[in-house]
């Protein structure tokens, strides 16, 4: 009798190690494993993931490479939009996970799989992102969570693939890193506790860069186009290249408190230095290019984004009409932003854009004015106060004092 085939979302760690062998020997399946690289990956190490995925058994392996798809699906936006969740987080390796996941499905779908399988637990949001993306776009393709619906331990796991015949290095590393090309997230005992926070040697960038240094980046209808002006086509290469002068620094660490998709409040650590350096000086200049009605309205629009993309909605459809709206509003976001870098932190010095709105015939704010007279400012600021000036007259009329 011919074997079920399940394509399982394989990152090489012990959960998705087990689930290799409990799918193949325990359950008979035919395993196809894969994984989708959103730029957290070397080429050593998806090479070593390769080995051991067919050292577990499987029957075949995939690397799907998608860090372009990834930048022209979700970071650019998010760039757009200065996303920021709780005003702190990029929404780093948590936004990469639908993006694996689409890939994922779309690959099962490609050969065939009668099911699909990751090694989510029960406790987070990835499980979420990942079942609903699989609903939605491949609902007849059945999904299998051995680690979830099992409810394993650690131990459990490094018993059985012992008893299995396979051995390695599964010693559970005091922290838990995700690394991702829009940022690293770092979780350990310290972020179990609200009132402790992660120490120096947490941190995969270690600070080597102490004298103070000049960084600019140049803008193109919002997206980085040159780093100290070097040209980058590529860009998430232009990415890798302010993460590479800004990580010297111990630039974008903080801690992320935030509330999960499944209603329990959460902590982890992160350190995201491009992100949070192209974020800072993009916003800069959208401050001097755009208008205050067209900031005002793409930050509301933003936050919804955001949000949406963080609770694994990035498949619904009120997110390609936002992404319609960020698009138009970065026509006139081109310029260079200066910041100067130092150690665990950064300054914003100053923009250069010719759609800069400060540049103009009109006045210079706070010295002078060129377009009006002392008197069509009496006139305005009369006209301006009659909705206070009647109120108040009113309340007064009534015998009442402003509480």
């Not at 035919?30 to 070397?42: D, L, P, R």
């Not at 995700?178 to 960038?205: D, F, R, V």
């Not at 310029?335 to 006045?363: A, I, N, Q, W």
């Amino acid at each position: 009798m011919e074997k079920q085939k399940v394509v399982l979302a394989f990152s090489g760690g012990l959960d998705t190690s087990f689930c290799v062998k409990y799918l193949s020997e325990e359950k008979g399946y035919e395993v196809h494993t894969a994984i989708a690289n959103t730029g957290g990956f070397s080429a050593e190490e998806l090479k070593t993931i390769e080995e051991k995925a067919y050292r577990l058994g499987a029957a075949s392996h995939a690397t799907l490479d998608i860090e372009q798809e990834y930048y022209s699906r979700s970071i650019k936006y998010m760039v757009f939009g200065n996303i920021l969740r709780n005003g702190t987080y990029p929404i780093s390796v948590s936004s990469e996970r639908i993006f694996q996941a689409i890939a994922i499905i779309e690959y099962a779908k490609k050969i065939g799989a009668d099911y699909v399988a990751h090694g989510s637990t029960g406790a987070g949001n990835d499980q979420v992102r990942f079942d609903l993306t699989f609903q939605i776009l491949a609902p007849q393709i059945g999904i299998i969570t051995p680690t979830r619906d099992l409810t394993l331990t650690r131990e459990y796991e490094i018993e059985y693939l012992r008893k299995h015949g396979y051995t390695a290095d599964f010693k559970k590393m005091e922290y838990s890193i995700n690394k991702g090309l829009w940022g690293t997230s770092i979780g350990g005992k310290e972020t179990l506790h609200s009132e402790q926070t992660l120490p120096e040697e947490a941190y995969p960038s270690q600070v080597t860069a102490h004298d103070e240094r000049t960084l600019k980046i140049t803008f193109e209808r919002g997206e980085v186009a040159a780093v100290d002006g070097k040209a980058y086509a590529d860009k998430v290469e232009a990415i890798r290249a302010v993460e590479a002068v800004g990580s010297q620094y111990g630039i974008g660490r903080d801690m992320h408190i935030g509330d999960t998709i499944i209603g329990i409040k959460g902590r982890v650590g992160f350190e995201a230095a491009a992100p949070m350096l192209i974020i800072a000086a993009h916003k800069m200049l959208e401050k001097h290019t755009l208008t205050k009605w067209q900031l005002y309205w793409k930050e509301q629009l933003s936050t919804w984004y955001g949000m949406f993309l963080h609770e694994a909605q990035y498949l619904e459809p009120v997110m390609r009409d936002i992404e319609r709206f960020l698009d138009h509003s970065q026509r006139n976001v081109s310029g260079t932003v200066e910041l100067t870098l130092r150690p665990y932190c950064y300054t914003l010095v100053g923009v250069d854009s010719p759609f800069d709105l400060m540049k103009t015939d009109f006045g210079e704010y706070g010295e002078v004015n060129k377009a009006w007279t002392a008197d069509d400012v009496k006139g305005f600021t009369k006209i301006l106060g009659n909705q206070m000036k009647i109120y108040y007259n009113v309340q007064k009329r009534n015998g009442k004092e402003e509480e």
